[in-house]
C-alpha cells in the first residue's frame, strides 16, 4: 500500500507534511449524497501480499466480516496475479457508492493498525494508498488546468499525485493514484474521487475485467541470447511446477525453448513475455535454468488459459523465434 515507483504528476498537497493530532481512531468521513449512495460502481487498488492476507484473514473471516458489515463485494487476484511493474496484488471492491466506502473504510481501518499505527504515538499515522484508475478516466480528476484535483486535495487535506501512463508494458491502460494522508484524509480523498468517477460513462467498462493484468511467470535464474527455435508441444493435464492451480476450464500446454535462446523470449527486464501473456490473456511460466523438457536441453516454457489464448501465446512466441532465425 505504501510503496510507488515511477514519475508523478505534480499535484500535491501542501499539508502532505503535516501531522495531524487527533483520537486512535478516526470518524468516518460525511455520508455520500442522497444522489450518489444507490449509484452502482467500483474501486480498484493494490496492496502488497501481507497486506492482502490481513484482508483475507484465517479462512477468509475478514473479508467475509467486512463484506458483510458493509454490504459491498470484495475481490482480490491471486498471490500471482499483480499490477504490472509492482509485486502487489489487486482489489476490487464493488456496490452501492456508501456500501464501497464503508468497506474501503474498514480495509484501510486495519492496515492503518497493523502495519502503520505506532505503540503510544499521539499522532494519526500516514500511509499511502494507490488507486487503480483507467487513463481515460484520469482526466475528469484532474480537471482543467488542474482546478478539481486541487479542490479534492484543499477539501480532504490528503496528498493527491496520478502517475503518469507507463508504455513500457503494451496493453496496460491504468494509472496509479496515490492518496497520502491519516485515515480520515484518504477517506475524504478517495470519496471525492468515487463521486467523480461514479459520473464517468468509461471509467464502469473497466468493471467487468478486475483483473485483466495477465499473471506471468518467470524463474528467477534464466539465460539470454537469441532463440533459434521452439522445441516440440507437450500438452498437459496439469502444470508441471505446481505453482498455482489453472482455473475450471483452463488448459496448460508445455513447449520447449533452448536454454540459450530464452532471454529474447522473456525480453528486457520480462517485458517481451509480459506483453505476449497481456495480449494473448494466456499465463505464462518459463522454468529455471537446469530444468529441461526430458532428454533435451530446452526449457519449459508452460502456457496456461483458455485454448485460443494457448494457440495466441504459442503463435507469437514463435513469431519471435521466426524473426530471429531470418536474421541468423
Keep these: ?62 473479508i467475509t466480516e467486512f463484506q458483510s458489515r458493509s454490504g459491498a463485494r470484495i475481490q482480490l487476484s491471486r498471490n500471482y496475479e499483480v499490477f504490472p511493474g509492482t509485486p502487489d496484488r489487486i482489489v476490487m471492491v464493488s456496490g452501492f457508492l456508501d456500501d464501497i466506502i464503508k468497506a474501503v473504510d474498514l480495509i484501510l481501518g486495519k492496515l492503518m493498525d497493523e502495519f502503520y499505527a505506532e505503540d503510544g504515538g499521539e499522532v494519526d499515522p500516514r500511509s499511502k494508498f494507490r488507486l487503480v484508475v483507467p487513463n481515460s478516466s484520469c482526466g475528469g480528476i484532474i480537471g482543467k488546468g488542474g482546478a478539481t484535483i486541487k479542490s479534492f486535495i484543499e477539501d480532504s487535506r490528503a496528498g493527491i499525485k496520478i502517475s503518469p501512463q507507463d508504455y513500457n508494458f503494451p496493453g496496460l491502460h491504468d494509472r496509479i493514484v496515490t492518496v497520502t494522508g491519516t485515515l480520515e484524509e484518504q477517506m475524504r480523498a478517495i470519496e471525492l474521487i468515487l463521486f467523480k468517477l461514479a459520473d464517468d460513462p468509461h471509467y464502469m467498462q473497466s468493471m467487468n475485467a478486475p483483473f485483466q493484468y495477465a499473471a506471468v511467470y518467470v524463474g528467477m535464474n534464466y539465460g539470454y541470447g537469441p532463440p533459434n527455435r521452439v522445441g516440440g508441444r507437450f500438452p498437459n493435464n496439469r502444470q508441471q511446477n505446481k505453482v498455482a492451480p489453472p482455473e475450471v476450464g483452463d488448459n496448460s500446454m508445455t513447449i520447449g525453448v533452448a536454454d540459450e535462446h530464452v532471454g529474447l523470449v522473456l525480453g528486457r527486464n520480462g517485458r517481451s513475455i509480459i506483453e505476449i501473456s497481456q495480449l494473448s490473456g494466456a499465463r505464462i511460466k518459463i522454468s529455471d535454468r537446469g530444468d529441461f523438457l526430458s532428454g533435451t536441453s530446452d526449457r519449459k516454457v508452460t502456457i496456461t488459459g483458455s485454448q485460443r489464448a494457448i494457440r495466441t501465446a504459442e503463435s507469437m512466441i514463435s513469431r519471435k523465434i521466426a524473426t530471429v532465425s531470418v536474421r541468423e
Design 1 to 62: 500500500m505504501a510503496m510507488e515507483g515511477g514519475a508523478e504528476s505534480n499535484y500535491n498537497s501542501s499539508t502532505e507534511s503535516q501531522l495531524v493530532k487527533a483520537s486512535p481512531r478516526k470518524s468516518p468521513p460525511p455520508p455520500p449524497s442522497q444522489d450518489h449512495e444507490e449509484k452502482a460502481t467500483y474501486v480498484k487498488f493494490l496492496l502488497s501480499n501481507a497486506e492482502a492476507g490481513s484482508i483475507i484473514g484465517k479462512g477468509g473471516s475478514t
